[in-house]
């Protein structure tokens, strides 16, 4: 008996060549290739000889969990914290635990260890843990208490020794060469429910040209672009993504102006700097000019800060001081966007007869940071940024955004700082790797992420 | 404007969006429309009070005097709502006092910009006078959100219903009748089942079970919720079942782990129907479901015809002919299979991995309704004729605010339950999907 003719299926719309493949629900499996530029030293989120970088903080989110998360709205839900209360005016916090939780290594979950591992990342803090619950306390109101502990230096590391570190996260440590490559492995009874793939295997201090050759070849599944590159990413080769403007590129004096001449030649070099024509042409259109530390989008107001440049005013400025002296322009060598950067600018600088000269070694007058920005909460951004750059800390935190205005315009008054851009991370992957997003912190989701078959 | 407590579990928590219910037989679509009219008034948004709010820092500059005002909208509000702000704007300050003239005619200019932020919308004005430096006043509005639905033309009209919308995971949901009628609802959560009453024009919490379960459940975890015939409510969770002993609060829940397979076939279908002979051939499927991933395993009981096994899959759903069923994988390798019990093929169909059937008075009788591979920011879902050979597209898709992360048939076999993630909130919204003909 023969019921069912078969090659009914195999007629008109039979495309046979590219058989189709569901797409919406995940698959088990897989290792993903991940390369990036950066070359950490060590994986302990609280490490402050480190700096802060969004490669860091993917590889922190792949590893260890924070109590609080914030998710792109930017509200916050439970992480190892299943719920949190506060008390005596927002000056204690008291985290209550999920149960069940257990560390790579075996050992449950526990408020001493929560607390031990928040003391470490923020000695100044006052925290103590008992079995299931860990509590904060401040001498300040700390409303936004619960953001602070997401950001990713403050996940929950559990330290024994000096380089054996735990989390709770969905992938475990199998392998780590400092600065070279690291090896992951799902972790199978993740609280969150084991990852779809099955590993993770990153290569560490690989140019951005490398990275897209290993792309278009087939030897990585997710690689970092450099901005000013984006431009020029195909669709053929992968997927491309980028975060909103999460990075702040910002001229830093090293010390406060001196003299009120001093301060004239600070304002006319932040009016002889041309963002508009650097970041079309040597950006390549990525990014947004900035005249203010945070971008709009994570203040509301960032527009209200002009970053016109006007020659004509910046020369007017060096014209009423007598004398302006040679300023050293420091960078990062290793970071050919920088280079090319403090290039344009000293170059901008000799058409306001300014005289500035870029070098990567050795203390400088002023400096170009390139700073990943905290979080998308303007106050702690903002306090972020400050303690980078060595502005003058917000007093009246937490209150409204005229307030939160306010603070920005006075740190920027002080003439220690010359905002110039704000820049997205890039990332690009291969068709087949799916459900890889990125957070509004600039860095790489891939707890949920899965390979499937290549369109 | 910012919350500062969170405690998982609290109903406030759950953001009851809307409440259309009852089978599309019995419920008449002017009661839909008007839920539907409510939960849409929901998003409508006030703005006066911050338009006063931002009017009366403007004045507190300018003075009273005369100024000109200029509003830009640089925020993702609509131009209906930016029209709104910026009449309410210019009558504020002129109730304030502020006379407002055309731009070449004032010596004080008002520049409203309406911003936005994460959390906020942020309206910033930038008020020049003179030649002094602007001064800027700001307020911030907390912002929400809205929706909208879009059909194209087909031979049938494929529905989707709001039922249920939360913060926390939907695994399913099982529409409840009393004497008949639908009046509450089971929500299958990631950790509970909670059952709600239609009561004073709203849904009241009845109860709230919560689920044990020995290990953490698998990511994309995935549920079942299903109704017996003696209204028993079963939940079919991965390396867990549970039952509850009433469906009527107050009732009791008990969980067990083990690898008691799912049910593939409604029970409504396998019994009356509007083809006895064509139901009489569906045999009351189930398949073991992985309990640490998000498949089913492939093994079937009983088997279909010489197929014991099968790959491994996410959903299945059937066509009944006259003489045998024609059975359909979405498996997890994403092709879809056929077979009928003596054959197997794979499809170069452009399916999703969720598919389900559902039997109708329309067309020939019994459609699929499957999600599709194409967008995975916007998903939608289609029905399905096989009136011969390869199926045919019966109906315009319906979209979904976000990925489909599951759908079933209902137990009675004539809708479907469809839970889609929101990608802009992130919530989960079920939605029942339901037939009609001759459109």
């Known amino acids: 008996m023969k019921r069912f003719v078969f090659h009914c299926l195999a007629v008109s719309s039979l495309t046979l060549a590219t058989l189709a493949h569901a797409e919406t629900r995940p698959e088990y499996g897989g290792t993903l290739r991940l390369t990036m530029h950066a070359v950490p030293s060590t994986l302990d989120p609280a490490d402050s000889r480190v700096p802060d970088s969004f490669a860091r903080r993917s590889l922190t989110s792949l590893i260890f969990d924070t109590l609080v998360v914030v998710d792109d709205a930017g509200r916050t839900k439970p992480g190892l914290a299943e719920s949190w209360q506060a008390a005596k005016g927002n000056q204690r916090w008291q985290f209550r635990l999920r149960h069940g939780v257990r560390f790579h290594d075996g050992t449950p979950l526990t408020g001493e260890i929560v607390a031990a591992s928040l003391r470490f990342a923020n000695p100044g803090w006052s925290v103590r843990g008992d079995a299931d619950s860990v509590t904060i306390d401040s001498e300040a109101s700390q409303p936004e208490l619960p953001v602070e502990v997401a950001l990713p230096r403050n996940a929950i590391a559990k330290r024994d020794g000096q380089e054996k570190l735990s989390g709770t996260g969905p992938f475990r440590i199998l392998d780590w060469q400092p600065g070279k490559k690291l090896t992951l492995a799902a972790e199978e009874d993740c609280w969150r429910g084991r990852p779809f793939l099955d590993g993770i295997e990153v290569e560490m201090g690989r140019s951005f040209h490398d990275q897209a050759t290993a792309l278009e070849v087939g030897r990585a599944d997710l690689i970092e672009v450099a901005p000013e590159q984006s431009h020029h990413f195909s669709p053929a080769k992968g997927r491309l993504a980028s975060s909103q403007p999460v990075e702040l590129i910002v001229l830093v004096f090293a010390r406060d102006s001196s003299s009120p001449d001093d301060k004239l030649l600070r304002s006319a070099l932040g009016l002889s700097v041309e963002r508009g024509s650097i970041q079309s042409v040597l950006l390549q259109g990525a990014g947004q000019a900035a005249g203010g530390l945070l971008p709009t989008w994570i203040s509301g107001y960032g527009f209200v800060f002009s970053s016109q440049a006007d020659l004509q005013k910046a020369r007017q400025l060096r014209d009423q001081v007598q004398t302006a002296r040679l300023w050293t322009l420091g960078y990062d060598g290793s970071d050919p966007l920088a280079r090319v950067l403090v290039e344009r600018i000293a170059l901008n600088a000799k058409d306001a007869r300014l005289s500035l000269v870029p070098t990567a070694v050795g203390l400088t007058d002023l400096r170009l940071l390139r700073i990943p920005l905290a979080c998308a909460d303007p106050w702690i951004a903002l306090e972020n940024v400050a303690a980078q750059t060595d502005l003058p800390r917000a007093q009246n935190k937490w209150s409204s955004a005229e307030e939160l205005f306010s603070a920005e315009k006075a740190a920027l008054a002080t003439d220690r700082v010359i905002p110039l851009f704000h820049l997205p991370v890039f990332y690009a992957a291969t068709s087949s790797l799916k459900n890889w997003t990125l957070r509004n912190n600039g860095s790489l989701e891939l707890s949920n992420a899965w390979l499937g078959a290549a369109k | ?439």
């Not at chain 2, 994403?334 to 399916?351: K, M, P, Y």
């Not at chain 2, 599709?372 to 009136?387: C, I, K, W």
């Open chain 2, 1 to 439: 404007m910012r919350k500062a407590i969170y405690n998982s579990g609290i109903p406030e928590n759950f953001k009851s969006v809307t409440c259309a219910f009852c089978r599309a037989a019995r419920l008449s679509f002017a009661f839909l429309l008007v839920l539907l009219i409510a939960s849409t008034a929901l998003f409508a948004a006030d703005w006066s009070a911050s338009e006063q709010q931002l009017a009366k820092k403007i004045v507190a500059v300018t003075g009273l005097g005369a100024a000109s005002l200029t509003v830009e909208n640089r925020s993702s509000l609509g131009r209906r709502d930016s029209d709104i702000v910026q009449n309410g704007l210019r009558s504020a300050l002129e109730q304030m006092g502020l006379h407002l003239l055309k731009s070449e005619q004032a010596t004080t200019s008002v520049t409203v910009t309406l911003s936005e932020n994460e959390t906020s919308y942020v309206w910033v004005a930038q008020i020049q006078q003179a030649a002094a430096d602007p001064a800027v006043v700001m307020v911030s509005v907390p912002r929400t959100g809205g929706s909208g639905v879009a059909y194209e033309s087909m031979p049938i009209m494929l529905r989707k219903i709001p039922l249920w919308a939360q913060e926390g995971r939907i695994l399913d949901i099982a529409v409840l009748e009393e004497s008949g009628t639908p009046s509450r609802i089971a929500v299958l959560g990631g950790e509970d089942i909670s059952t709600y009453r239609f009561q004073n024009g709203r849904w009241q919490t009845e109860q709230t079970l919560a689920i044990n379960h020995p290990k953490p459940w698998p990511l994309d975890s995935r549920g079942r919720l299903v109704q017996g015939p003696d209204r028993t409510l079963t939940a079919f969770l991965p390396g867990v079942v549970c039952r509850i002993t009433a469906t009527s609060a107050p009732s009791s829940i008990t969980c067990q782990a083990g690898d008691d397979p799912w049910p593939i076939v409604p029970f409504g279908m396998t019994s009356a129907g509007s083809d006895p002979a064509a139901t009489a051939a569906i045999p009351m499927l189930v398949g073991f479901f992985a309990p640490t991933r998000n498949y089913f395993t492939g093994v079937l009981s009983p088997a279909i015809g010489k197929f014991s096994t099968v790959p491994k899959f996410y959903t299945a759903a059937f066509i009944p002919r006259e003489k045998y069923t024609l059975w359909m994988f979405a498996s997890a390798d994403g092709a879809v299979r056929f077979t009928d019990g003596i054959n197997e093929q794979t499809s170069s169909l452009t399916w999703g991995s969720d598919v389900a059937t559902v039997r109708t008075t329309c067309g020939a009788g019994w459609q699929v309704l499957a999600t599709n591979a194409g967008d995975p920011m916007q998903d939608s879902v289609r029905a399905y004729e096989f009136p011969d050979r390869d199926p045919v597209t019966v109906s315009a898709a319906v979209d979904f605010p976000g990925p489909v992360t599951a759908l079933w048939t209902e137990s009675h076999g004539d809708t479907a339950i469809a839970i889609a993630r929101n990608r802009d909130t992130g919530s989960y919204e079920a939605f029942r999907l339901s037939l009609s003909c001759g459109q």
